[in-house]
């Protein structure tokens, strides 16, 4: 048994009510580790709901949270907190960026960072060379890319609950859309997509303030079209039914990905993905089994008359065979004794 602290960003809860693919992924990691015996401890907002110990660093989540003018204010008071209590634990596992390294590196516990986010923007390069002795685990292969020089100790694919979504053997003869309102999701794209396939689409999603202009400039005239449905946000049973429907799931993205939980969650149900070669997506999918990568619109309307003839049991047997939480947490645990028989990586100096 290994005493963990898993340290969670404060933006939403841990598990999220709706979107929140960073805290949805820490909530399932850190259940796992509870119900294999570990003594987790979870730093994360109040309104978080865990089997295992809560640390209660902000009184609810912060998006979204009119009392909170300041949300990097509340990480850093939760990063000193834990600073003070780390000696409590084997090691600590952070998934808040990048904020905690100054404070990580003078931990006197072993320690890793999983990497969630993009890594391509030009001010992370020479953050990461300057930080390049803190180990860091990236969540598919793609992602490292723009600094493969970072002190990269595995990749770890996201794993999902196996009971979490229902396969569906039939569809309903709907395209999907699920993320959220943004350029780099691209829901105009998949909008297109399914005008020139000649079938309907229904969209989930939600809209941050800082996409509102493009949702409101270029969403939302295409939301009157008749083959066009928007239901909103959808979690649980609701998802469950969503994606579960659908004839394939459209994922044109426009950004380079660095995991794409929603391509996970479409295979858990047997529903076949359509989503453009950028990031992730060639990792993570199996081309013709999953569904198909593809560089275009064009190729996405093609792709989507094959997707119907796809087998959907296969898809799933996929899902089980990469994608289960199961195997995420033997990666991880595999990884935490490796920390603390001081097998990490030398820390790289100079």
Known sequence: ????????????????????????????????????????????SADSRTAARLIPCAERALRGHDGCRDPIARHMEMLGRLAREAEDYDLVHFHTDY???????????????????????????????????????????AQRAPV????????????LPRDLHRFSPRHQGYLAFLGRFSPEKAPHVAIEIARRAGLPIRLAAKVDEANREYFEQVVRPLLDEPFVEYVGEVGGAGKDAFLGGALALLF??????????????????????????????????????????VDGIDEAVRAVERAAALDRAACRRVFEERYTVERMVERYEALYQRMLRGRLRPRLVG
């Open 1 to 44: 048994m290994l005493r963990i602290a898993q340290v969670a960003p404060l933006y939403e809860p841990v598990p999220p009510k709706a979107y929140g693919g960073t805290e949805r992924v820490v909530s399932w990691l850190t259940e796992a580790l509870v119900a294999r015996g570990h003594e987790v401890t979870l730093y994360a």
């Open 99 to 141: 904020l905690h390294f100054p404070v990580a590196r003078r931990l006197a516990v072993p320690h890793v960072t999983t990497i969630h986010g993009r890594l391509d923007l030009p001010d992370l390069r020479p953050l990461f060379r300057e930080f390049r002795d803190i180990p860091v685990v990236s969540i598919s292969d």
């Open 148 to 159: 493969p020089f970072a002190n990269w100790q595995a990749t770890i694919h996201h794993g």
């Open 252 to 293: 044109p993205i426009d950004w380079p990905e660095p995991f794409g939980l929603v391509m996970v969650e479409a295979m858990a149900c047997g529903t076949p993905v359509i989503a453009y070669r950028r990031g992730s997506v060639p990792e993570v999918m199996v081309e013709g089994v999953t569904g198909f990568v």
